[in-house]
Structure formats: C-alpha cells, structure tokens
C-alpha cells in the first residue's frame, strides 16, 4: 500500500492545484456578482462561456498528472486559466461600462474587483510563458496569482474593506430586490429545481472527456494522439454545451416573465427537464461515433427539447401567466424564439442524415441568426426603464 500511495503521489499535487486553481475563480466571481444589480444577454453568453471553461479544468489537470514530464498538457491548463480569467473579467468589464454594477458601489470598489479578477489570466499568461522553458515552471501559476493578489491588496486596495456585506458599498443603499423574491414561492421552487438539472447536465457532458492512457513518450505523440482520441469528444462536447447553455438561457428569461402559476405549469416544466435530461447522453453518442445516425439523434433531441420549451411558453401566454406590461410585439417576438431553435433542429435533420459534418454549421448559424433576429428580452431592464408610450 505505501508503495502504492508513493506511485500515485503524483497525482495529488494536480488535485490541490486544480482545487485552488477553480476555487480562486470561484471567489472572484462570487465577489463580482455580488454587486450586480441585473444581467444583460452579454452578461449571460460570458458566464456560459466562462462555465464550460471551468468545467474542462478537473480534465486538463488530470491529462497533466498523467503526462507531467511533458509541457503540452501544463500549457493547456495554463490556458486554461487565462481563458477563464479572461472570460470572467470581459464580463465584468462590460457590467461597469453598461452601469449594471448596484447604484451605491463606488469606482474604487469596483476596480478594485476588477484588479483582483485580471489577477488570474496575467498571473497565468506568466506561467504559460515560463513553462515553455519546462514543465516544472507550471508551478509558478500559484505564486504569482498569489503576488498579484498582495501587490493589488497594496497598491490598489482591499476589496473587503470597500464592499460591505450583501455586495453593497459601506455607503446604505436601497436596492430592488430581485424578481424571485417577488415571485411565488412555488415558482421559485421550479426555478430551482430546473437551475440543478441543468448544472447537472451540462457537468455530464464532460465526463466523456477521459484522461489518456499513458501512451505517450514525447510531446508530438501526445499531440497526435489528443488529436485523434479527443477532438470528436471535445467538438461534442462545446456544442452540447451551448445548446445545453441556450435552452437554460430561454428557460431563465421565460420565467422572468411569468409572474402566475397555472395549474399545469410544473407538469409542463417536468416534460422540458425530462428531454433536457437525455441530452447528454445524445451528445455521448454523437461524440463517440459521428455517423449520420447518431448526428440524427442529437439533432432530433435538441430539436424535441427546443419543442417543449416553446410549448411550455405557449401555455403560459394561453393562460395569460405572464407579467402584465408584456402584450403586442414583445409577446409576439418572445414566442417566434422559443420555437426558433426547434425549427433550425428541425430543419437540419436531413443534413443531419444524409452530410454529418455541415450539420454542426446549420446548428450554429441558425442560432446566431434566430439571437439576432429575436433578441432575449431582459425584463429587468424593462421594468427598470421609466413608463412611456406601450410597445
């Protein structure tokens, strides 16, 4: 056994890494949503994004473990990171220029978060820098997220003493609570219910993403062999993902405008998570033998998904559910982009079958298409915005 634990030892240095690393990310956008007052589209695409990057980090340091005399599988972690810093940080920047941080936040609370979120991709830049000169360098990533955290602390100030508890300034202020605090409980109930099936999901679809066999000896056969094991894996994944990101995305603005629940509105919201639920494992198989069957199923799913989400919204405009501002082209345009993603799945099925590989750019234009054409209606802002003539 201790022979054992000496040979594995290895591997409990990328765990606790990997665990500092997420948690330190975790903190920094803890500590920049605290003191949002609402969300925009932009808001939300940059924490998909930011999400289906940190959800690949358990991943990457565990292909570091395997292969840690090797500097291919130490610069994708570093990569990573920057990605995810980045990431976390582009959103935070446009929270600020959109003025979506809570009204009593000061400048120096903010850009002091700011310092502390860009922190992460230049402490990261450095270590992907230096570990082109060896892998061992990969373990500077720590200690220069750590320098820069203390000279931000020095130089630019400390966060915890601007922002006070409940992510406001010391300064009181009265902010409007949240749309689900006003909302029935039940309706929170769902909400929450259907945010964990979710999570849940999209956190599966990784778990097709299996750490090579020790096979590799230089870093040209690791590359070709990453090239030819996983890139039909990690395709399959991204693109779950964001159909995954884009159903939650119109689940969410839906039930920001639902202020009523009708009799049947679980039921109907129990169907939509029972076709979210088989996602993944149509993304499994889409991964693992990209045939034009399998491309079949996965478009046939998310286009029967798509499906029930716009019946569900169709219920509830039926029942009169929703808030009471919403009528006329607003209602018109929120129903046309619940059905646009079923209609693009739809319509890409004989793609699907007969030319596998376009189908994925069927799938993604018409997304980008349907967005641009029907944008998510941001109903705080809606409500935010001062009474003048209906839409």
Excluded: K
């Amino acid at each position: 056994m201790n022979t054992f634990l000496r040979e594995e030892a290895v591997r409990y240095a990328p765990f606790l890494g990997c665990f500092l690393a997420v948690g330190y990310l975790w903190l920094q956008h803890h500590r920049l949503y605290s003191v949002v007052r609402r969300v925009d589209r932009r808001v939300v695409v940059a924490n998909l994004a930011l999400l289906c990057l940190v959800v690949l980090i358990p991943w990457l340091a565990q292909v570091g473990s395997a292969y840690a005399g090797l500097r291919t599988p130490h610069l994708m972690f570093a990569a990573g990171q920057v990605a995810s810093g980045s990431a976390l940080l582009g959103a935070g920047l446009h929270l600020r220029r959109a003025g979506l941080f809570v009204p009593g936040l000061s400048r120096e609370a903010g850009r002091v978060i700011l310092w502390r979120i860009a922190v992460l991709p230049v402490a990261w830049s450095g270590a992907f820098v230096l570990t082109l000169a060896g892998p061992i360098w990969i373990a500077a990533g720590w200690p220069l997220v750590v320098l820069g955290s203390v000279l931000v602390r020095r130089f630019v100030g400390p966060v915890d003493e601007m922002v006070g508890e409940g992510g406001t300034s010391e300064e009181d202020v009265e902010v409007e609570p949240p749309r689900s605090a006003r909302q029935l409980p039940s309706l929170v109930r769902i909400e929450g219910f259907s945010d964990n099936l979710f999570a849940f999901g999209v956190t599966a679809l990784v778990f097709q993403l299996q750490v090579p066999d020790r096979v590799a000896t230089s870093e040209s056969d690791l590359l070709r062999y990453l090239g030819e094991q996983f890139d039909p894996n990690l395709t399959g994944y991204v693109l779950g993902f964001a159909v995954m990101g884009l159903l939650w995305t119109l689940h969410v603005s839906h039930f920001a405008l639902i202020e009523r629940h009708g009799r049947r509105l679980a039921t109907w919201n129990l169907v939509h998570l029972m076709t979210i639920a088989v996602l993944p494992f149509t993304t499994l198989l889409y991964s693992d033998v990209r045939y034009g069957t399998t491309t079949l199923l996965f478009a046939a799913s998310a286009a029967l998904a798509g499906l029930s989400a716009a019946l569900m919204w169709t219920y509830v405009t039926r029942e009169g559910l929703q808030v009471g501002w919403m009528s006329g082209p607003r209602l018109r345009a929120t129903s046309s982009r619940a059905y646009a993603l079923p209609a693009v799945m739809a319509a890409s099925l004989p793609v699907a079958w007969w030319v596998p590989a376009v189908a994925p750019l069927v799938w993604l234009g018409g997304a980008a298409a349907a967005s641009v054409r029907w944008p998510v209606l941001d109903a705080t802002a809606v409500e935010a915005a001062p009474p003048g003539p209906a839409a």
